[in-house]
């Protein structure tokens, strides 16, 4: 089956420092989205981007398809970034979800 | 609501017991999928329900594991016999699935349901 990495696992940063989050998929895929996972769990959509660039205020992302990997970029981070990104990717029936990357921002 | 929602928000029981998860999916929504969140193992998928077709229970890790979805809308995941691995929190996601499409639409998940196990 498909296999998604995700990079770093942990990513620690001060407020107003930007970032940029890795997802590495194993085959192509018509369907990919980032999602926040905030303190109480819930999945916040991102982005759901099966190729190009799209941007939301301070998060961008880019997905090439054809290499297989998706980036996330989040510019002047805030304590609220806080959380966990995951990548998912479509695998026919469902999501595949990478581990995620935790991100922990400092005021 | 306009999300999806999903019930009860936490569930403590003992093993052995039998337990209920429901998901109100998001009005219109076609297709709606289980999953689970556990520190093991992530985020993996349980079962998939598109309109009326048969559902894809592919990801359902034992028997003890059942779902259905009435009217093409609200599903209720049902754990008999729970175990202690049972413990998890259980995601229901609903998306807007293109008749006879290969593209799957955006998926948005519920809240979740906290299930402990003792």
């Known amino acids: 089956g498909i296999q998604v990495e995700q990079s770093p696992p942990d990513l620690i940063l001060q407020e107003g420092a930007n970032s940029t989050l890795r997802c590495n998929f194993s085959?192509?895929?018509?369907?990919l989205q980032w999602f926040h996972q905030n303190p109480w769990g819930q999945l916040i959509n991102l982005f759901y981007i099966p190729s190009g660039t799209k941007q939301n205020g301070r998060l961008s992302a880019t997905t090439v398809a054809t290499e297989r990997y998706s980036l996330l970029y989040i510019s002047s981070s805030q304590t609220t970034d806080s959380g966990v990104y995951f990548c998912?990717?479509?695998?026919?029936?469902?999501?595949?979800f990478g581990k995620g990357t935790t991100l922990s921002v400092s005021s | 609501g306009a999300g999806v929602s999903q019930s009860p928000s936490n569930k403590v029981t003992e093993k052995g017991k039998d337990v209920e998860l429901r998901c109100d999916p998001i009005s219109g929504h076609t297709a709606l999928y289980w999953y689970r969140q556990s520190l093991g193992q992530g985020l993996e998928f349980l079962i998939y329900?598109?309109?009326?077709?048969?559902?894809?229970k592919s990801g359902l890790p034992s028997d003890r594991f059942s779902a259905e979805r009435t009217g093409g809308s609200v599903s209720t995941l049902t754990i008999q016999r729970t175990q202690q691995e049972d413990s998890a929190v259980y995601l229901c996601a609903s998306s807007l699935r293109l008749a006879g499409g290969i593209l799957a639409n955006e998926q948005f998940f519920g809240p979740g349901t906290r299930l402990t196990v003792l």
């Open positions: 085959d192509s895929v018509n369907n």
């Open positions: 329900f598109q309109g009326n077709s048969a559902p894809d």
């Open positions: 998912a990717v479509w695998a026919g029936t469902a999501l595949i």
